[in-house]
């Protein structure tokens, strides 16, 4: 009997997701645990192992189709023993039709829809609609911008004609034509239609025609102001500050760095770790939490959940975005290790590579703007954490110690928390449990 391959739903929100590539063809022999396909989601593109042993019968849904739906049926495994041909007849009769690009409104569907091979033929040059504008998928689009890349002449193997990511690997590798100033491109071009919602045309009419760029939403950004506007909306914060003084640990930063171990690489000794300030952030957060347990809480209509580990999130910034991979048990960590693991994940989370339970979830948050010299600031919770620390720079000022003034590198620690959850007292005490590890930072070694 014919194995159904469908869409995976690859976290607990996923509803659906962009199939982006195919790894295998069909005819080719597969094994449980063989990577088959990588599926693009709001925050990242990871890749889809096979369950089941066979051959692949039909390829049901062409890489490069965006928006398919969870359960969607996207190719038929034929079992060992089994007639190939009859387990792809069988797969074709049951495949839903791929979306088109731009249906026009007045032709409805048809009664039966034919096999999805012939559903629509795949041009040899990118498919175009609304004048210049190139069809082409969110990943491929963000690799061709990444490498300077025209996509008016890279050639589309997905759905239509679109472009997906293997195209934009192979015009590179071929040293495809770069992209025309901007200012050009814009003269050339002209700008795609803005799909309008409610209260969009009273913005429109303040800018000229002409004088603004359209950039439409994308799956992450959809996804950050859903979730941030319904945190605001819903979660009733307020906000906590401490100065802490961090001269103690910025030179046991230096001690511990200028004392790590190293390894021999083709580039030479290099250390095996390299601490930074946000590290050590990471840690007294951890350990505050674990000392104020009751703050080591979510909230829930029905009950609070007290974690029994501290489990931080930690804000990266990635193009045109921004995601929270969570180093988890940061209590039980050492430094050490605490940087490797935030190393990987903030590369990782660059790359669009992370995994669902890296980044979903979690107790608090650090969101650290240190690094580009704002001094204070505040964040936006985001459930199912009940706080969130917001980190500024450390700032030389005059700083009184045993009633002579002198100077001292200042950071202030904004934080957010969560009402229904952490009272005002509450958060005043891991509010002080941080700043009381920030500013003897040994206590984090022991």
């Given at each position: 009997?014919?194995?159904?391959?469908?869409?995976?739903?690859?976290?607990?929100?996923?509803?659906?997701?962009?199939?982006?590539?195919?790894?295998?063809?069909e005819?080719?022999q597969?094994k449980s645990?063989?990577?088959?396909?990588?599926?693009?989601?709001?925050?990242?593109?990871?890749?889809?192992?096979?369950?089941?042993?066979?051959?692949?019968?039909?390829?049901l849904?062409?890489?490069?189709?965006?928006?398919?739906?969870?359960?969607?049926?996207?190719?038929?495994?034929?079992?060992?023993?089994?007639?190939?041909?009859?387990?792809?007849?069988?797969?074709?009769?049951?495949?839903?039709?791929p979306?088109?690009?731009?249906?026009?409104?007045?032709q409805p569907?048809?009664?039966a829809?034919?096999?999805?091979?012939?559903?629509a033929?795949?041009?040899?040059?990118?498919?175009?609609?609304?004048?210049?504008?190139?069809f082409?998928?969110?990943l491929?689009?963000?690799l061709a911008?990444?490498?300077?890349?025209?996509?008016?002449?890279?050639?589309?193997?997905?759905?239509?004609?679109?472009?997906?990511?293997?195209?934009?690997?192979?015009?590179?590798?071929?040293?495809?034509?770069?992209?025309?100033?901007?200012?050009?491109?814009?003269?050339?071009?002209?700008?795609p239609?803005?799909a309008?919602?409610?209260?969009?045309?009273?913005?429109?009419?303040?800018?000229?025609?002409?004088s603004?760029?359209?950039?439409?939403?994308?799956?992450?950004?959809?996804?950050?102001?859903?979730?941030l506007?319904e945190?605001?909306?819903?979660?009733?914060?307020?906000?906590?500050?401490?100065?802490?003084?961090?001269d103690?640990?910025?030179?046991?930063?230096?001690?511990?760095?200028?004392s790590?171990?190293?390894?021999?690489?083709?580039?030479?000794?290099?250390p095996?770790?390299?601490l930074?300030?946000?590290?050590?952030?990471?840690?007294?957060?951890?350990?505050?939490?674990?000392?104020?347990?009751?703050?080591?809480?979510?909230?829930?209509?029905?009950?609070?959940?007290?974690?029994?580990?501290?489990?931080?999130?930690?804000?990266?910034?990635i193009?045109?975005?921004?995601?929270t991979?969570?180093?988890?048990?940061?209590?039980?960590?050492?430094?050490s290790?605490?940087?490797?693991?935030?190393?990987?994940?903030?590369?990782?989370?660059?790359?669009k590579?992370?995994?669902?339970?890296?980044?979903?979830?979690?107790?608090?948050?650090?969101?650290?703007?240190g690094?580009?010299?704002?001094s204070?600031?505040?964040?936006i919770?985001?459930p199912?954490?009940?706080?969130?620390?917001?980190?500024?720079?450390?700032?030389?000022?005059?700083?009184?110690?045993?009633?002579e003034?002198?100077?001292?590198?200042?950071?202030?620690?904004?934080?957010?928390?969560?009402?229904?959850?952490i009272?005002?007292a509450?958060?005043?005490e891991?509010?002080?449990?941080?700043?009381?590890y920030?500013?003897?930072?040994?206590?984090?070694?022991?």
């Amino acid at each position: 009997m014919p194995i159904n391959i469908t869409m995976p739903a690859l976290s607990p929100t996923m509803e659906e997701g962009n199939l982006a590539k195919w790894l295998v063809k069909e005819g080719d022999q597969i094994k449980s645990g063989d990577v088959i396909a990588e599926i693009e989601t709001d925050k990242a593109t990871m890749e889809v192992e096979a369950v089941d042993e066979g051959t692949i019968a039909k390829i049901l849904v062409p890489a490069g189709t965006e928006g398919v739906k969870v359960n969607t049926l996207i190719a038929v495994l034929a079992a060992e023993g089994e007639d190939v041909q009859a387990a792809a007849a069988g797969g074709a009769a049951s495949a839903p039709a791929p979306k088109a690009e731009a249906a026009p409104a007045a032709q409805p569907a048809p009664v039966a829809a034919a096999p999805v091979a012939a559903a629509a033929p795949v041009a040899a040059a990118p498919a175009k609609s609304d004048g210049n504008r190139v069809f082409a998928s969110p990943l491929a689009r963000r690799l061709a911008k990444e490498a300077g890349l025209d996509l008016s002449v890279v050639s589309g193997t997905g759905p239509h004609g679109r472009v997906v990511k293997s195209d934009i690997e192979k015009t590179i590798a071929s040293g495809g034509a770069k992209a025309a100033p901007a200012a050009a491109a814009s003269a050339a071009t002209p700008a795609p239609a803005l799909a309008k919602g409610a209260g969009d045309d009273a913005v429109l009419k303040l800018f000229e025609q002409g004088s603004y760029e359209v950039l439409p939403h994308d799956g992450m950004r959809k996804t950050i102001a859903s979730r941030l506007l319904e945190s605001h909306q819903t979660v009733p914060s307020y906000f906590v500050s401490m100065d802490c003084e961090i001269d103690a640990l910025l030179k046991l930063r230096a001690d511990i760095n200028k004392s790590a171990p190293t390894v021999k690489t083709e580039k030479g000794e290099v250390p095996t770790f390299k601490l930074s300030v946000n590290d050590f952030i990471i840690k007294a957060m951890a350990l505050a939490l674990r000392d104020v347990p009751a703050a080591n809480a979510s909230w829930t209509s029905t009950a609070r959940l007290l974690h029994k580990h501290s489990d931080v999130g930690v804000a990266v910034a990635i193009p045109d975005g921004l995601i929270t991979p969570i180093i988890r048990k940061a209590e039980q960590k050492t430094l050490s290790v605490i940087s490797n693991e935030m190393k990987d994940l903030a590369k990782r989370a660059r790359d669009k590579k992370l995994k669902p339970d890296e980044y979903q979830g979690g107790t608090t948050a650090v969101s650290n703007l240190g690094m580009f010299g704002v001094s204070n600031f505040t964040s936006i919770i985001n459930p199912p954490h009940a706080s969130i620390v917001s980190i500024g720079a450390g700032i030389e000022k005059p700083v009184v110690k045993n009633g002579e003034i002198k100077i001292g590198t200042v950071m202030t620690a904004t934080f957010a928390f969560d009402h229904r959850v952490i009272d005002g007292a509450l958060g005043a005490e891991l509010a002080s449990a941080f700043k009381r590890y920030i500013e003897s930072p040994m206590g984090m070694l022991v």
